[in-house]
């Protein structure tokens, strides 16, 4: 592969992983209703462990070159990143419990630009004009698109209710995620980023699941008793989870955390083709106007390369 190709190729990464992400959730939506939330989200975990395993075995055998050690500063990224996963997801689904789903979605998408910030702080990641414009396009993107059947004044209203105070705590926790994740795959240079990120999604996804599967097993047995019953359809979504981060962690290895979430937002796309796939929903004038701001930012990335 010449440099040129292999400077773009995070981007069909992205694109695979923000499509496989939208197949895992529609698998976890399927088992909310059997597992609960919780268990439902150990599921994304518990069950991709194998696979994250299996892709490290992969990918070290298809290259010749060795899983690297997990230096210190690896380990402690990496710990960044899946607990502040975690802390996001826990804070999204408080934000929900505050009876505004809507507002509580939109400001957690803002993790693209606070990822931006931190990565920017925490890693010295340029953030350029352009860049920040494409990020606040894509942004504004989703936040349109969230205002899912309330239109503008859902949207608008109530942007400092509690509600919404979680859920841009959860944007920031994602964006923490995001940098941890990056930050661990550069502590293992000069390791290729195909077998940083293989390492770092194993050591994430084993570190998420003692201590999420931990937190049941004290609080709710019978949820893990549920997870293994589920084991058919638990099996699909891991695999998909287990894809999805290989793909992100991949993408972030070789690019800026912030050009990857905003080609990223093509996850959008792909949602509401299922969604109108399965359910026959058709999109409002605002919806419309939300995925042409997400194309844009898309857009905007990609001519900056």
Do not use: C
Request: hydrophobic share 60%; glycine share 10%.
């Amino acid at each position: 592969m010449s440099a040129n190709l292999a400077s773009w190729a995070w981007i069909p990464i992205t694109i695979w992983a923000a499509f496989a992400q939208t197949l895992r959730n529609a698998a976890q939506r399927h088992l909310t209703s059997a597992l609960g939330t919780l268990g439902a989200t150990l599921v994304r975990f518990l069950y991709g462990l194998p696979f994250a395993a299996l892709w490290l075995v992969i990918v070290t055998t298809a290259t010749g070159v060795a899983a690297p050690a997990l230096t210190v500063p690896a380990l402690l990224w990496g710990a960044l990143g899946a607990v502040a996963q975690l802390a996001a997801t826990a804070l999204l689904l408080r934000a929900m419990e505050e009876r505004n789903f809507t507002l509580a979605v939109a400001w957690s998408k803002t993790e693209i630009v606070q990822v931006a910030v931190f990565a920017l702080a925490l890693l010295g990641d340029p953030l350029t004009l352009g860049l920040a414009v494409s990020v606040v396009l894509g942004t504004a993107g989703v936040m349109l698109s969230s205002a899912k059947g309330g239109g503008w004044r859902a949207l608008l209203s109530g942007w400092t209710s509690r509600a919404a105070l979680i859920g841009l705590a959860s944007g920031a926790a994602f964006a923490v995620s995001t940098v941890g994740y990056r930050g661990a795959a550069l502590a293992l240079l000069p390791t290729p980023a195909l077998i940083a990120a293989a390492a770092v999604l194993l050591y994430a996804q084993t570190l998420q699941t003692v201590l999420l599967g931990g937190w049941l097993l004290a609080r709710d047995r019978a949820v893990i008793a549920a997870v293994f019953r589920e084991w058919r359809a638990s099996g699909v979504a891991g695999f998909m989870g287990a894809a999805a981060s290989a793909g992100w962690f991949t993408a972030m290895a070789m690019e800026p955390v912030a050009n990857v979430r905003t080609v990223g937002l093509v996850e959008l796309i792909f949602s509401y083709a299922v969604s109108l796939r399965l359910f026959k929903e058709r999109l409002t004038g605002i919806e419309t106007a939300g995925l042409v701001l997400v194309v844009l930012g898309m857009l905007g990335i990609l001519n900056l390369r």
